[in-house]
């Protein structure tokens, strides 16, 4: 027998991120001691009182389901969250959703809005999962390119390029994965005048907005005049709060939009685990104090990250704005992205994700995550060292 498979995997391919950790395991399986820049995975452990929280809700037999849109306490707790700290306004009884992960919130939002055949506008370099999963949903993702010249802002007339007639929604990432820009208020308005014109849902993955650095504060989208009704907010847990193996996140955003989302909740993961939303309640009300020493450490990382880089013959890189993540201009050395990140790895043994998998305005960049540990990275940073000793650019 010859299984049919779905056509809507044909321009799917597997992650390339995930791709390089495999990669990884299987040289650490082999005894390469590779140091591995090239995930998204703060090395901290969970704030103790998340820990503590969920752990005292196993062991009192909080083991069953939850309502599907999530627990009360925890839907109360991103609602005040939102108010207070983003400026945006949900009932919690019927504009959040807790999910099982970001990625999952981000994946019923698209499913929410997009129909077989429609487009949705993806401004890149970006996350390499957004266009998967609208081809995964029979959808087509149009890359919007930006330009490192300018810092990699978006702008209205590079949106106004790529619209047509079957757009229904505009991806938006801020503190954005892999450039690190932070949106800025005249962007932000921008981005909204655009959707109004054209009567585009905004999907906003606001996953890094607790990581920003020099003073940059974080601008949600659905806090300005006439965005709140066509804005479906994504966050989590994974990146501010070392929360990754948690898997929660949420959706929030208009009735209208959250309770068609719902229905996707219930027929697909039914709700995020009960123990994990406990565990996100402490997250929000008592782990602001982790936060900040976790941001000011990925701070004196990004230091010693993008001086490493900026030592290496033929490589520039900018200061990223928020994230956890180095984009390093590395067209200099004449190699292409997928070269220089081959050479790292068999030189050096240090994995670097290359550009392309970001999609357009990729090529000819790499991306390294500084939340790593700062022995991995000073150890990067030594290995990289010796190499800029005998590295011949051209």
Excluded at 324 to 340: C, E, H, M, P
Aim: with cysteine; hydrophobic share 45%.
């Amino acid at each position: 027998m010859s299984p049919r498979i779905a056509q809507r995997f044909s321009g799917v391919e597997r992650s390339a991120t995930v791709a390089l950790l495999e990669t990884v395991q299987r040289l650490r399986r082999d005894g390469v001691e590779v140091l591995d820049l090239s995930g998204g995975e703060p090395d901290f452990t969970t704030p103790a009182p998340v820990v503590a929280e969920a752990v005292s809700a196993l062991e009192g037999g909080d083991t069953h389901y939850t309502p599907s849109r999530g627990v009360p306490e925890l839907l109360r707790a991103v609602a005040d969250k939102l108010a207070t700290e983003n400026g945006v306004r949900v009932d919690p009884a019927t504009g959040v959703i807790v999910t099982p992960s970001a990625k999952q919130a981000l994946f019923t939002a698209l499913m929410t809005v997009l129909d077989p055949g429609d487009e949705v506008i993806v401004p890149t370099p970006a996350w390499v999962s957004y266009p998967a999963m609208a081809g995964l949903l029979g959808a087509r993702a149009v890359p919007a390119e930006l330009s490192a010249a300018d810092g990699f802002r978006l702008s209205r007339r590079v949106l106004e390029d790529r619209v047509t007639e079957r757009t229904r929604a505009l991806v938006v990432n801020t503190p954005a994965n892999p450039t690190g820009h932070v949106l800025d208020r005249a962007e932000a308005e921008e981005i909204v005048a655009f959707a109004v014109r054209h009567d585009l849902v905004l999907v906003v993955d606001e996953i890094y907005e607790k990581i920003l650095y020099d003073g940059r504060r974080h601008l949600s989208l659905a806090s300005l005049p006439g965005a709140a009704e066509r804005t479906l907010t994504v966050n989590g847990f994974s990146k501010a709060y070392a929360m990754t193996g948690w898997r929660l996140g949420y959706l929030a955003g208009p009735e209208p939009l959250i309770s068609a989302a719902l229905k996707v909740q219930e027929h697909t993961v039914s709700c995020a685990a009960s123990f994990v939303q406990r565990g996100g309640v402490a997250a929000l009300t008592r782990a602001a104090g982790d936060v900040a020493a976790m941001r000011a450490e990925y701070a004196a990382r990004r230091e010693l990250t993008v001086s490493a880089l900026t030592a290496l013959p033929g490589v520039t890189c900018a200061q990223p704005e928020g994230a956890f993540y180095a984009f390093a201009d590395v067209r200099g050395t004449g190699l292409t992205s997928a070269g220089f990140a081959q050479r790292l790895l068999d030189e050096a043994a240090v994995t670097v994700a290359p550009g392309p998998a970001f999609g357009a305005g990729g090529e000819g960049y790499v991306r390294l995550s500084f939340a790593a540990s700062r022995e991995v990275l000073r150890g990067a940073v030594e290995r990289l060292s010796r190499l800029a000793a005998r590295w011949e650019v051209g």
